[in-house]
């Protein structure tokens, strides 16, 4: 069944209004998967909060002409779904990544972060990418180790103290 005029401009519009509030995005090769195999991905991209959309490459630029995502419209050919990252950047290449390593007839061809587009090979370096929580887990880490030394010396002073005041009782002692 052909799009009309309106479900065009409808799916131009919620693909960019996606794009505007997304942190990165991965467009990768589906030909050959099956039915199943794309209802799979998307239960797995939901779950990761990845907004995931086959669209028509022209549709596809339009949607991301006015968005830092418009570097990759010069990469939209042949059959592509467009994985958006809603939390963090680099959940859409996580979950395309651990889909394609079972699926070998997903080919990730390129994907996008803060305007910059990066070659289809970066996507290990994206992946990799922590979290939310993660980010602020190491952040809290890495504010809290100052402070903990900072303890351990002011602690270390009075026991260095009273070793001191040992070793002259023992030494009057002897």
């Given at each position: 069944?052909?799009?009309?005029?309106?479900?065009k401009k409808?799916?131009?519009?919620?693909?960019?209004?996606?794009?505007?509030?997304?942190?990165?995005?991965?467009?990768?090769?589906?030909?050959?998967?099956?039915?199943g195999?794309?209802?799979?991905?998307?239960?797995?991209?939901?779950?990761?909060?990845?907004?995931?959309?086959?669209?028509?490459?022209?549709?596809?630029k339009?949607?991301?002409?006015d968005?830092?995502?418009?570097c990759?419209?010069?990469?939209?050919?042949?059959?592509?779904?467009?994985?958006?990252?809603?939390?963090?950047?680099?959940?859409?290449?996580?979950?395309?990544?651990?889909?394609?390593?079972?699926?070998?007839?997903?080919?990730?061809?390129?994907?996008?972060?803060?305007?910059?587009?990066?070659?289809?090979?970066?996507?290990?370096?994206?992946?990799?990418?922590?979290?939310?929580?993660?980010?602020?887990?190491?952040?809290?880490?890495?504010l809290?180790?100052?402070?903990?030394?900072?303890?351990?010396?002011?602690?270390?002073?009075?026991?260095?103290?009273?070793?001191?005041?040992?070793?002259?009782?023992?030494?009057?002692?002897?």
């Amino acid at each position: 069944m052909a799009l009309t005029l309106e479900d065009k401009k409808k799916i131009v519009s919620e693909v960019a209004a996606v794009a505007s509030d997304a942190h990165s995005v991965v467009a990768a090769e589906y030909h050959g998967l099956t039915v199943g195999e794309m209802t799979e991905l998307r239960v797995k991209a939901r779950e990761s909060g990845v907004y995931l959309r086959v669209v028509k490459n022209n549709l596809a630029k339009l949607a991301l002409a006015d968005t830092e995502f418009s570097c990759m419209s010069e990469g939209f050919v042949g059959p592509l779904v467009l994985a958006f990252s809603q939390e963090d950047p680099g959940s859409a290449a996580r979950v395309l990544k651990d889909f394609a390593k079972e699926h070998d007839k997903l080919e990730v061809k390129m994907l996008s972060v803060g305007g910059e587009l990066l070659a289809a090979s970066e996507i290990d370096r994206l992946a990799k990418l922590p979290t939310r929580d993660q980010a602020l887990a190491i952040l809290a880490g890495t504010l809290r180790a100052p402070v903990e030394k900072l303890a351990r010396t002011f602690n270390e002073v009075p026991g260095k103290l009273v070793r001191t005041v040992a070793a002259v009782r023992d030494s009057k002692a002897a």
